[in-house]
């Protein structure tokens, strides 16, 4: 009987479940090319709690680590839980300011702002159910795209530069980029912060077609287009992911 050389490793399980008082939760494996160490993070996009391992890293000490981890890993999950669905109902904040979804059944998809009975702001989507959602984020998104257009024309007409092109997207790791090219990026999400965090972003990026850096003469060209750049960076740590919990 032939004897082999060697042991092939076994693969990976698509996923662990790690407990944390009393409650379980799956956390999706994965490994990245590139990944020196173990980490945790939660999808934006799927709403998993993925754990990734070095190509060599031992399966083992990376469920050792997510084991120590179980309380991120459970508030985390049970944040999830919390989100807000773009339909007929919801508070949905605009330029920082809480609105109410309200769907009225109509021949055409239309989505306007408008005030209820008692002058609370809503969000008027018109036509039929099932598309609210999208129609809401249509909305939203084109919203971004007017309030940024509007902001980084103005910041750039003060630095006497121009960018290639301005996009928004719905981006996960970052509220904003500036290629090489000078191809600006936004997450359409910033038109739900307050007006002045979306006007810090325009700044931030157009600053960047000036230095492609963070470096001391970058944020006094940012100061220098927006003086409230310190008080955004603030709102933006502590209250910036919750943004990410809405539709």
């Known amino acids: 009987m032939a004897i082999p050389l060697f042991r092939r490793a076994a693969p990976d399980p698509d996923r662990i479940t790690i407990t944390h008082g009393g409650d379980s939760?799956?956390?999706?494996?994965?490994?990245?090319?590139?990944?020196?160490?173990?980490?945790?993070?939660?999808?934006?996009?799927?709403?998993?709690?993925?754990?990734?391992?070095?190509?060599?890293?031992?399966?083992?000490?990376?469920?050792?680590?997510?084991v120590s981890q179980g309380a991120w890993i459970a508030a985390r999950i049970r944040r999830i839980a919390t989100r807000t669905p773009f339909a007929h109902g919801a508070i949905i904040p605009l330029r920082g300011i809480d609105h109410r979804v309200i769907h009225r059944p109509?021949?055409?998809?239309?989505?306007t702002e408008a005030t209820d009975a008692a002058g609370a702001p809503t969000i008027a989507v018109y036509g039929d159910a099932p598309h609210v959602a999208r129609r809401l984020r249509d909305f939203l998104t084109r919203q971004a795209k007017r309030d940024l257009l509007l902001a980084v024309e103005i910041h750039a007409r003060t630095l006497g530069v121009t960018p290639s092109r301005i996009s928004v997207k719905d981006t996960v790791s970052r509220w904003?980029?500036?290629?090489?090219?000078?191809?600006?990026?936004?997450?359409?999400?910033?038109?739900?912060?307050?007006?002045?965090?979306?006007?810090?972003?325009?700044a931030h990026e157009v600053a960047h077609l000036k230095e492609m850096n963070h470096s001391t003469r970058f944020w006094r060209i940012v100061a220098s287009l927006d003086p409230r750049?310190?008080?955004?960076?603030?709102?933006?740590?502590?209250?910036?992911?919750?943004l990410h919990l809405y539709g």
Do not use: Q
């Open 229 to 242: 750049w310190r008080e955004a960076e603030r709102w933006l740590s502590h209250e910036g992911s919750k």
């Open 176 to 202: 904003g980029s500036c290629s090489a090219s000078g191809n600006l990026s936004f997450s359409w999400r910033l038109i739900m912060a307050p007006s002045f965090v979306l006007h810090y972003l325009a």
């Open 106 to 111: 109509a021949p055409r998809g239309v989505v």
């Open 25 to 66: 939760f799956p956390v999706r494996v994965t490994r990245h090319a590139r990944a020196r160490r173990y980490s945790l993070r939660l999808s934006s996009k799927t709403n998993e709690v993925i754990l990734t391992l070095p190509p060599r890293g031992s399966l083992h000490a990376a469920t050792d680590f997510a």
